[in-house]
């Protein structure tokens, strides 16, 4: 038996099958089998930190904290694609060399799985971590399989918490920033680890692969970060340490002190003075998804919530595309139009659009409406570009309608409608080019969800609007044949939380 195993038996056997049976009780499902193949493929991996709270990694309240092989890093990366984990990119300035972030969706319990997977031991202040400790195989060497997850031996994972904890609390820039007190839950972790730890097989380690931390000066380091030490003190031991540990270095002491300097300059301005809460993106892109149905079909309840769901971890944004902001230009415009009709210079539109398909019931309404409909076009046109462009920048851009050109009762082309029981003079004519020129340049989205309702359920369901027009818009949705697009459609004539599961698996596959 190897002396890290030794230290395991410490729990006592009643212990160690309470917190297994409570790990197993909670685990999320995408998490078991993303271990059990791990274990089946022989992924040569540990759950690297935090091993006191795995119960909380099981059910994804905290990320899975994983440092795996190098050798295994394609492997690895190929089992997180197969259980549908994507590849994500927090702020810059927070990417680290070696460690890279997935997020995978567990359908059943509705909730996301961050994998930290690091492939390098690096470690230090929040803003920078510049210290990398190569130990990475001896603390895969050291590991055990201890429930659902393989854990390091308690000895090496104290030794490098302490590390960790004085190169994170104690050093004097972090002390005068107000961050020198560990959390209640990093002091029941020191206290978990030490409390399972073989102070023999501590010494051994710290003399086989940690030489230049002697016995000494790890229990300063260890003092340092318990309540009541003195701050002179923590900042000299952090001080010491280092200077022990600058070969260790990603950069020079001074730059990093200037880099964390800096870091915490631009979040501290993005949080407070932009009120900009940094999201990470996908690094495979940003994406447009666009939920297209006809009314009483739940377009904007299906908007709202997968912002929230996507909102809570990703760079999203929500749009309208029915219902555009209007630019200054068509501010200025409808401005005029108003003034001009409540002159009584031209009349309402006696037979609105969205109630007819036949362009035989639709009475002429006068050159201002066709100009109102250029202007909605053009302010779709605009919303498009603020939502391309941030797609391309990597965010997720959830739209509420979209301009197809299979939908004619909205969110399209109207001005020809409009003219169709009149000659086509110069002005419709251009009036109907430039509206259509605006609507050409609006590309399919990534992704096209189509809510599909019957009329009659739709009539029900909206009872607070004008029948004969809930009616027709969703009998057009209903009535087309989506076979041949890039449509995904989905029956919303059942409950809204399996609706909502549908567009969630579906999103998350898709992106």
Not at 395 to 402: A, K, M, Q
């Amino acid at each position: 038996m190897q002396p890290h195993e030794e230290s395991l038996l410490k729990l006592s056997e009643p212990v160690k099958r309470y917190m297994e049976a409570r790990e197993e009780h909670s685990t999320l499902d995408l998490v078991r089998r993303l271990c059990e193949t791990l274990n089946k493929e022989g992924i040569v991996y540990c759950h690297w930190k935090s091993t006191a709270a795995l119960d909380r990694s099981a059910r994804g309240d905290n990320d899975l904290d994983l440092l795996v092989s190098r050798s295994d890093a394609l492997r690895f990366t190929e089992i997180l694609c197969q259980h549908g984990f994507k590849e994500t990119f927090g702020p810059t300035e927070l990417q680290l060399p070696g460690v890279l972030n997935y997020y995978g969706y567990d359908q059943p319990a509705d909730r996301f799985v961050h994998v930290h997977a690091h492939y390098q031991l690096v470690m230090g202040q929040d803003m920078t971590k510049n210290i990398h400790l190569p130990l990475e195989q001896a603390y895969l060497a050291s590991a055990v399989q201890r429930g659902l997850f393989k854990v390091p031996a308690p000895e090496f994972e104290f030794i490098l918490l302490v590390i960790r904890m004085v190169l994170k609390h104690s050093t004097w820039d972090t002390t005068l920033s107000g961050q020198g007190t560990l959390s209640p839950s990093e002091k029941q972790e020191v206290s978990y680890l030490q409390a399972m730890s073989d102070r023999a097989q501590i010494d051994y380690l710290l003399k086989q692969h940690l030489p230049f931390v002697d016995l000494m000066l790890f229990d300063d380091c260890l003092r340092s970060i318990q309540p009541g030490c003195p701050i002179w003190n923590r900042i000299k031991t952090a001080n010491k340490l280092q200077n022990r540990l600058k070969i260790n270095g990603r950069r020079s002491q001074i730059p990093d002190l200037f880099l964390k300097q800096w870091h915490r300059l631009v979040l501290g301005m993005r949080r407070r003075v932009l009120r900009r809460i940094p999201k990470i993106h996908l690094a495979s892109g940003g994406a447009i998804i666009a939920i297209v149905g006809g009314d009483g079909a739940g377009k904007s309840t299906a908007v709202d919530e997968l912002y929230a769901w996507l909102s809570k971890k990703f760079k999203v944004s929500k749009v309208h595309m029915g219902k555009p902001p209007w630019s200054l230009t068509t501010i200025t415009i409808r401005g005029i139009l108003k003034i001009g009709r409540s002159m009584g210079l031209y009349p309402f539109m006696r037979t609105p659009l969205e109630y007819t398909l036949d362009p035989n019931s639709i009475i002429f309404p006068g050159y201002p409406w066709l100009i109102r409909e250029v202007c909605t076009a053009r302010d779709r046109y605009l919303t498009y570009i603020k939502a391309r462009r941030y797609a391309s920048n990597g965010g997720i851009v959830i739209c509420d309608r979209f301009p197809l050109s299979q939908v004619k009762l909205m969110d399209g082309p109207q001005v020809g409608r409009m003219s169709s029981a009149v000659k086509k003079n110069g002005l419709i004519k251009f009036l109907t080019r430039l509206e259509s020129t605006y609507y050409q340049q609006i590309m399919l989205p990534e992704l096209l969800i189509v809510l599909r309702l019957d009329p009659e359920t739709a009539v029900i369901r909206k009872s607070d609007e004008a029948e004969v027009s809930v009616r027709a818009r969703s009998a057009e949705i209903w009535g087309l044949d989506w076979r041949g697009t890039p449509a995904y459609v989905i029956d919303t004539n059942c409950t809204k939380e399996e609706v909502f599961s549908s567009l969630k698996t579906l999103l998350w596959e898709q992106l």
